[in-house]
């Protein structure tokens, strides 16, 4: 853990944005899974849930990863695909209905039903509406949805026709998610996205007018050749469809995205976008404007217009330490005390699915210390825990088992200390992952940004 700190300077920022991660999405980070944990892995499959952990057995929910693309975004860093055919889709969603079959038999699922499900991608649109039907009957069969709570279904504007819409909201979904990102069509185009502005009008129209539960529209700060005017017009823009949710992210640049490999080809270590100070900025103005019509800050990255209607069921399985049974090439899931990914190329995917074998490619059993800290530090990204939940949930008062970290972003001034709660303060908030590297155990501490 990092020292203890107090009336400390705020720590140096890496103004621009350069290449890499920064965005905590898991913990212990992802570079230590293993290949040699999976029998690990695939033990603690054949032992009824929950047997690892003294608590009662943690919430269950589902994953499903749909790779598929129109085009694949300058700023992508997920495992997409935009050149499989139609039987190769079909292939897929055969191995998906497989996968789960597997997983469906194994004591640690115990015949237990999903609280949640999660198609993400990728393009859940591109599928048609058949495909679309045929996958969610073959997982309804496999594990029912009759306990569900929430279905939340990314989409892509630009795929979503009024039949689409319509079949999507058939399946059960309860939360659309639109992959908005920004309303200029310049924008949109130079960042390699496949839809543009008039597509979003008329999907979200519609989306409305059937009578989607919950609309979410997600953008991006700091996209390429974004600008202050460009950005205020898109919040707008967004304040004015009046969408039940909105989710925020700072533009980043991993490695492994086609603006990095600009970057590389050019010799250039500094990105394209805004700086990190820029891109907090806006995502505060955004915030600001959001607030003044009523809405709630509910995360580093979300505002809710109705917070007692609205919630995240599975962000706050994925928060709490959920079972997540994630299916689906590169997905990656918890159960039964362990974290486990499935290979991240398509072919060896299939291919291990066809012969039987479960598609594991890497996992890690957390410590009991580890699972803690995960907890508690995702539980930070709200904006506001309470201590005396993971004290009793842990067995440890997190003001004590986090003095150290706890105490540092408090002298920096990013805590708001009051009673049982632990909170962050605005600025903290929108710059949340790379303060919750103060939690990070020495040996996982790989380097920070921003």
């Known amino acids: 853990?990092?020292?203890?700190?107090?009336?400390?300077?705020?720590?140096?920022?890496?103004?621009e944005t350069t290449a890499g991660n920064y965005f905590v999405a898991n913990y212990p980070p992802f570079a230590f899974w293993k290949p040699e944990y999976v029998s690990e892995f695939e033990a603690a499959l054949k032992r009824p849930p929950s047997t690892l952990d003294p608590r009662p057995s943690p919430s269950f929910g589902q994953y499903v990863h749909i790779p598929f693309c129109r085009k694949r975004c300058h700023f992508c860093y997920?495992?997409?695909?935009?050149?499989?055919?139609?039987?190769?889709?079909?292939?897929?969603?055969?191995?998906?209905?497989a996968e789960l079959a597997v997983y469906a038999g194994q004591p640690a699922i115990g015949g237990r039903k999903p609280k949640f499900v999660y198609f993400g991608g990728g393009t859940p649109s591109y599928l048609?509406?058949?495909?679309?039907?045929?996958?969610?009957?073959?997982?309804?069969?496999?594990?029912?949805?009759?306990?569900?709570?929430?279905?939340?279904?990314?989409?892509?504007?630009?795929?979503?026709?009024?039949?689409?819409?319509?079949?999507?909201?058939?399946?059960g979904v309860t939360r659309l998610s639109l992959g908005i990102e920004h309303f200029d069509d310049h924008i949109l185009e130079i960042n390699g996205r496949a839809h543009r502005s008039k597509e979003i009008a008329r999907a979200y129209a519609y989306a409305r007018e059937i009578g989607f539960p919950q609309i979410n529209i997600d953008l991006i700060a700091g996209m390429v050749?974004?600008?202050?005017?460009?950005?205020?017009?898109?919040?707008?823009?967004?304040?004015?469809?009046q969408p039940d949710s909105v989710t925020i992210y700072?533009?980043?640049?991993?490695?492994?995205?086609?603006?990095?490999?600009?970057?590389?080809?050019?010799?250039?270590?500094?990105?394209?976008?805004?700086?990190w100070e820029t891109k907090r900025a806006w995502v505060d103005y955004a915030y600001r404007a959001f607030e003044q019509v009523g809405y709630t800050v509910t995360s580093g990255t979300t505002v809710v217009r109705d917070p007692a209607r609205v919630k995240f069921v599975y962000r706050e399985g994925l928060f709490s330490g959920a079972d997540i049974l994630s299916i689906g090439v590169a997905s990656f899931g918890h159960l039964n005390g362990m974290h486990y990914q499935n290979h991240h190329e398509f072919q060896p995917y299939v291919d291990a699915v066809t012969a039987g074998k479960l598609p594991v490619y890497r996992a890690l059993?957390?410590?009991?210390?580890?699972?803690?800290?995960?907890?508690?530090?995702?539980?930070?990204?709200?904006?506001?825990?309470?201590?005396?939940?993971?004290?009793?949930?842990?067995?440890?008062?997190?003001?004590?088992?986090f003095a150290a970290p706890l105490a540092t972003l408090k002298g920096w001034g990013f805590l708001s200390n009051g009673g049982d709660r632990i909170g962050v303060t605005r600025a903290g908030l929108l710059q949340i992952d790379r303060l919750l590297h103060e939690f990070f155990k020495p040996e996982h501490q790989t380097g920070r940004y921003a």
């Open 225 to 241: 050749e974004e600008t202050e005017d460009k950005w205020r017009e898109t919040v707008a823009k967004a304040v004015a469809l």
């Open 250 to 275: 700072q533009m980043e640049v991993p490695f492994n995205t086609g603006i990095y490999q600009q970057m590389k080809a050019g010799g250039k270590l500094v990105a394209p976008v805004a700086d």
């Open 128 to 171: 048609s509406p058949d495909q679309l039907k045929f996958l969610t009957d073959g997982m309804k069969h496999l594990l029912p949805w009759d306990e569900v709570e929430e279905v939340t279904f990314e989409a892509e504007p630009g795929t979503l026709t009024d039949h689409k819409l319509k079949a999507i909201r058939d399946l």
């Open 78 to 97: 997920f495992k997409v695909y935009t050149d499989k055919d139609s039987s190769e889709v079909r292939g897929y969603l055969d191995a998906l209905l």
């Open 1 to 15: 853990m990092s020292h203890a700190a107090s009336n400390l300077p705020a720590p140096p920022l890496r103004h």
């Open 365 to 401: 059993t957390p410590s009991a210390e580890e699972r803690y800290i995960r907890e508690f530090m995702l539980g930070l990204k709200l904006g506001s825990v309470s201590a005396r939940h993971y004290a009793e949930k842990f067995g440890a008062d997190p003001r004590v088992q």
